[in-house]
């Protein structure tokens, strides 16, 4: 069993359902990857004050299989900021058996975000705000 991390932003909480599982009852690695971006896209988005796109998948590791029903905390960090560009290392993790529950990493990924203005081209990252 696996504790959840802490220092990390806990950017989205979601539950697949059967219309995202194979025949199996697996989900699809496709369905986790587009809630990965989502997550890794909040945190980028705010970091950059605005618009953000996704322009690379650096890695993407599935450690074990989700199912239908699993509820599944998403942790997205920045861990580099370029001049247009932002970095975001992600965990997910599954919770399951509601009566004992047992939780799992189950996905990690470093996605790659450029801000964007609103003419959907590049632009600088500003400087962050200290909290």
């Known amino acids: 069993m696996t504790a959840l991390p802490t220092g990390k932003i806990p950017a989205l909480r979601v539950t697949p359902m059967p219309a995202d599982a194979n025949p199996h009852g697996d989900i699809f690695g496709g369905w986790i990857m587009s809630q990965v971006d989502i997550a890794a896209g909040i ?43 932002i970095t975001v290392f992600v965990e997910v993790y599954a919770q399951r058996n509601p009566e004992n529950v047992e939780t799992v990493k189950v996905t990690e990924a470093t996605l790659t975000y450029v801000a964007m203005g609103p003419d959907r081209k590049s632009r600088a990252v500003p400087p962050e705000i200290p909290r």
């Open 43 to 85: 945190v980028a988005a705010a970091r950059a004050r605005g618009r953000v796109g996704t322009v690379a998948v650096n890695s993407f590791q599935f450690h074990q299989p989700v199912f239908v029903g699993d509820v599944l905390p998403i942790y997205a960090e920045v861990v580099r900021v370029g001049n247009t560009s």
